[in-house]
């Protein structure tokens, strides 16, 4: 037995624990390992490490995107092919996101990536969405958003799946000319059938652009929503790597002498340097930049705004944004302008009615989009970190 293979074994036995205690059984499924056994940034779970189906999956659908890269999900692995997920109740963003809307289109995030990496394997998946219903915040981490069951059905590889470790959020400058309608056209249909509606600006984006500059200016300047911001930032890639979430300088675009520079001047996280005119200034700086250089506007709605609305657009984004990595493209989403906080009240109701978005209709995401350098590659959590019981 090699080290891999004896780590692999190990990792077996850890999770096998939770299977056993739920099933009281496990019943391996043959499996082939393909191409895709190891993930070579190190940065994320690793599906060659796992035997079982459902984890292998699981493995690849954490590298799907979540707000702040909180990753606000908890998975009870029921046997080898089946799984739950909820919602990690101790990761949301109250500040930032009161109702958790965008919380539970991470949780969509997920699923979309964990489905379309199961097809790697030949395995399609049925979703049964709250399957034990879902009323408000008293059941956000106790009853299962989703339950996930795969099937070996020898199904064809999605055509987007190759893309899962590739997608990335950029932040950066964009380069080269506007997105074209028929450029756009083709990622729509790459991407699929979609539950929300999508809406696809290339010309005339002054308004939207200023909009949502202004409304990062007010979540900079809004103490409780910058603050929730510093509480998901990591200062050094000692943290990042020891933490495994969250959002940093790097993630923001910078790279070499600017960002150690940037890194240093935030002081390790120290509140006072955080919260100073300076570091805003700072920051609505970088963020006029980028927005300078965007190539089209993409925004997704939905006709109603309920629970089942943030899961499935959450999918429709994942499926997408894939889309996008196939053509070069990178999506940077900016939803500062459509959250539900009382401070945004003013921009979101203007964004709404440049839009035409009557209630009870929902603007669910809105990205910047465009080609740049490849950026910083996040990290995730270890797979067992999300396990729960
Ligand atoms: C529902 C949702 C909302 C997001 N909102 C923002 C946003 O307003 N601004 C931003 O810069 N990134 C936003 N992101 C991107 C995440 O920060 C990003 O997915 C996460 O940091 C992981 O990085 P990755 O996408 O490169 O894997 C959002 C992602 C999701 C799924």
Redesign the pocket.
């Known amino acids: 037995m090699n080290r891999k293979e004896f780590l692999r074994y190990g990792s077996i036995i850890t999770v096998g624990a939770f299977i056993a205690g739920s099933t009281g059984a496990s019943a391996m499924t043959a499996f082939t390992e393909g191409e895709y056994s190891t993930n070579a940034s190190g940065k994320r779970p690793d599906p060659g490490d796992f035997d079982q189906p459902i984890l292998k999956a699981i493995a690849l659908g954490i590298n799907a995107?979540?707000?702040?890269?909180t990753q606000s999900w908890k998975f009870k692995v029921i046997n080898d092919l089946e799984m739950e997920l909820y919602v990690d109740e101790n990761m949301l963003l109250p500040a930032t996101d009161p109702p958790s809307r965008?919380i539970h289109?991470?949780a969509g995030?997920f699923i979309e990536t964990m489905v379309m990496g199961a097809s790697r394997y030949g395995y399609s998946a049925e979703v049964s969405y709250f399957p034990e219903g879902y009323a408000n915040e008293a059941d956000f981490g106790v009853k299962p958003v989703a339950r996930v069951a795969l099937n070996q059905t020898g199904i064809d590889k999605d055509p987007l799946a190759d893309f899962i470790e590739a997608r990335?959020?950029s932040?950066m400058k964009y380069k080269g000319s506007l997105l074209s309608q028929r450029d756009y056209d083709k990622l729509v249909k790459q991407a699929g059938k979609s539950y929300s509606t999508l809406t696809f600006i290339n010309k005339g984006m002054a308004p939207y652009l200023d909009i949502f500059y202004r409304a990062m200016e007010i979540e900079s300047r809004t103490y409780a929503t910058n603050e929730e911001t510093r509480e998901m930032f990591r200062f050094s890639e000692e943290e990042r790597k020891a933490k495994g979430d969250g959002?940093s300088i790097p993630?923001m675009g910078y790279k070499g002498m600017i960002e150690r520079i940037a890194e240093k001047s935030l002081k390790n996280g120290d509140h006072d340097t955080w919260h100073s005119e300076k570091n805003i200034k700072n920051t609505m700086k970088g963020i006029k930049k980028g927005l300078d250089t965007t190539k089209g506007i993409v925004i997704w709605h939905t006709a109603t705004n309920d629970f089942k609305d943030w899961v499935l657009s959450?999918r429709d984004?994942v499926r997408f944004s894939h889309a996008a990595t196939k053509n070069g493209y990178f999506l940077?989403?900016?939803?500062?302008a459509i959250q539900e906080y009382k401070e945004m009240d003013g921009v979101r109701k203007e964004l709404d009615a440049l839009l035409n978005i009557k209630s009870p209709q929902k603007i669910q995401?809105l990205v910047r989009i465009g080609k740049s350098d490849t950026p910083y590659l996040?990290y995730r959590r270890t797979l067992d970190s999300y396990l729960t019981k």
């Open positions: 995107p979540s707000a702040h890269n965008q289109m991470g995030c990335q959020t932040r959002i993630q959450g984004y940077h989403p900016y939803n500062q995401m996040s």
